[in-house]
């Protein structure tokens, strides 16, 4: 009898140690092959690059490297004496092509007196007509010049486009900068966002709006965000343009297909002021999927969202 008491004992506590093993198995592959996260993830942000419009030396830095600016902001000046010239040059040419416009109407208007009269030939009221056209257009690109004048004035200022943090400042005062070269990095706080890299076969269990944990490397805190979007392709490694115009596929001899990782866009929420966000820094994300009626939904009454639909036009 003791016997038999004794071997269901051991039959019981061998399917019970089997069957707790299958869970935690199931359990850890759950986490490790299904879940939604990963490790592969990077803080990131919109770079600009500030360029002048404008050519000549740097007359002054109004910035520091490292600094923190805000949309507006004068970050350096381009050889604004120079531009001043050009636009009291502008000024000047304006007023005499008024002078001579002036005079063209003055005479106009007395060929046409003199002509009703019968002093003078149709010939030179014609003449008198079209020197003041040709007056005219003179006053007109007068103006236009001296518009242009005054833009490149305003352009020698170079001003912030966004708010953000000015890095890699290079640039020193009696520097030559050309137009369209971009000088100075411009980080946009405004943009500051993780993107996740996530296996392929992780995506169906991820929906725009699912609440995301994210933990920061050598940062104890943890920060809170939503899936944003999802990327929509993918640079195909294995594909090249042939002499052709033929697809050009490499072979593919390898037993084990290694998953495709997509990028996955989050939405920061608050965060903390005491966490420095420098774009480039590595994290760990979590995923907890949420339908995906309802993560829309959570993502349709962000301040972001409300401002956008209260922008729309009612029709």
């Given amino acids: 009898m003791k016997t038999n008491v004794a071997k269901w004992v051991r039959i019981c506590v061998t399917l019970t140690v089997v069957a707790g093993a299958g ?3 199931r359990a850890l592959w759950d986490t490790y092959i299904n879940a939604p996260w990963t490790r592969d993830a990077r803080v990131r942000a919109d770079v600009v690059g500030i360029a002048p419009d404008v ?3 740097v007359s002054e830095v ?3 490297d490292n600094a923190a600016v805000k949309k507006g902001d004068i970050l350096f000046r381009v050889d604004r004496e120079r531009f001043a010239i050009a636009l009291e040059q502008a000024e000047a040419a304006v007023k005499g092509r008024a002078a001579t416009l002036d005079q063209a109407k003055r005479d106009l208007s007395r060929y046409t007196q003199l002509r009703e009269r019968q002093v003078v030939s149709p010939q030179n009221a014609e003449q008198a007509q079209t020197a003041l056209a040709q007056a005219d ?3 007109q690109q007068a103006v236009s010049e001296r518009a242009l004048a005054r833009l490149n004035l305003d352009r020698s200022e170079v001003k912030a486009p966004a708010n953000g943090i000015v890095t890699n400042l290079e640039l020193r005062r009696g520097d030559y900068v050309s137009t369209g070269k ?3 990095a411009l980080v946009d706080t405004d943009s500051l966002r993780v993107e996740g890299y996530f296996e392929e076969t992780k995506l169906p269990r991820i929906h725009v709006g699912d609440p995301v944990t994210i933990r920061l490397m050598g940062e104890p805190t943890l920060l809170r965000g939503r899936v944003q979007s999802v990327a929509a392709a993918i640079e195909d490694r294995e594909r090249t343009a042939g002499t052709g115009l033929l697809a050009n596929i490499n072979p593919t001899f390898n037993w084990v297909r290694l998953a495709q990782r997509v990028p996955v866009r989050i939405a920061l929420e608050e965060v903390p002021p005491d966490i420095r966000l420098v ?3 590595t994290a760990t994300v979590e995923i907890k999927p949420i339908s995906p009626a309802a993560g829309k939904a959570v993502l349709a009454d ?3 969202a409300r401002s956008a639909q209260a922008s729309r036009p009612v029709r």
């Fill in 55 to 57: 050519s000549g030396l």
């Fill in 62 to 64: 109004l910035v520091r």
């Fill in 23 to 25: 869970l935690v198995g």
């Fill in 137 to 139: 257009a003179a006053y």
């Fill in 279 to 281: 774009a480039g820094l």
């Fill in 302 to 304: 962000t301040p972001d």
């Fill in 182 to 184: 971009a000088v100075v």
